[in-house]
């Protein structure tokens, strides 16, 4: 759904919901306690103050003094092995994503911060490059994680999700087993699983394993992300509350499912991104967590 083509009627809204402004809010005049005193799991999340002086959009302020996003250093994309197995292979590294490019990067026409959203639309069109130690030198010229022991259950687990991935085309169809070698500059990373409060499972990609891992080419340092919470929903109820004298009645939240695997990576990347189950490799084209 275009959100450009949505219009918000309040006045229907308060019909529909029986809401009425002009009766007072009674919690308006409630005495809390001094914050030292809150509950830990309270804390951050109850305002003393019933005024806020803005709406507070962290994700949003960030983006205007944001650096661009890096790109695959010409070392990587000049080193003999990497240049070898992406002509070779080209079939298994793909760039992919749901995304409309286009339409993406119209909406973004007019943001100031042009050198950051550039980047951004050339990471969805060429795949995402991380801030990685760009050293070719600093790679072994592949590396085999051993494959994790699963029981029955949660293999078979794994082995649906693999297949869930290759069909929705952010896994490569099967190009080698485990016997095989990698290509010179590959990385298998392993898997496991972690169980949800549901009881379902989790499958997890471990990019931290071990030495010459994915992530240890990644400074800590240049890991960071502003993101939107609940405190910030909260100074805006009250922000909007002392703009308008009543608090909505109506909120709606709109979300990305699996939101980072939407995000193509780099071929260059993908090559560190190999996925061995079950004997069975394959490689991982989008972005992960590990």
Known sequence: MDLSDVELN???????????????DS??????PDPDRYPRFLRGFVWKDSTSSHFVCPSAVASESAPPLPSPPSSILSDPSTVSALSD?????????????????????????????????????????????????SYRSSRDFPQRPLSPSSLDFVRSQC????????FSEPFA?????????????PVHTVPKKSGKLRLVVDHSAGEFSPNSHIAREDVHNALDTVQHLGQNLLHF??????????LFKS???????????????????????????????????G
């Open 10 to 24: 309040m006045d229907s809204l308060e019909r529909t919901s029986g809401y009425d402004p002009t009766v007072e």
């Open 27 to 32: 919690t308006a005049n409630i005495q809390l």
């Open 89 to 137: 292979h080209s079939h298994l590294f793909r760039v992919v994503t749901p995304i409309k490019i286009d339409r993406f990067a119209s909406l973004l026409s007019s943001h100031p911060n042009r050198a950051f959203v550039d980047s951004v639309i050339n990471g969805l069109r060429n795949g995402f490059w991380p801030p990685a130690d760009d050293d070719p030198n």
């Open 163 to 170: 297949e869930e991935e290759e069909s929705l085309g952010r």
């Open 177 to 189: 087993t485990a016997d095989d070698p990698l290509l010179p500059g590959m990385i298998s990373v």
């Open 241 to 250: 509350l002392s703009l308008h004298g009543y608090s909505p009645r109506w």
């Open 255 to 289: 979300d990305v499912s699996q939101a980072y695997r939407r995000l193509p990576m780099h071929p260059a990347w993908q090559m560190r991104q190999v996925v061995t189950v079950d004997g069975v490799r394959r490689v991982d084209r989008c972005n992960n967590f």
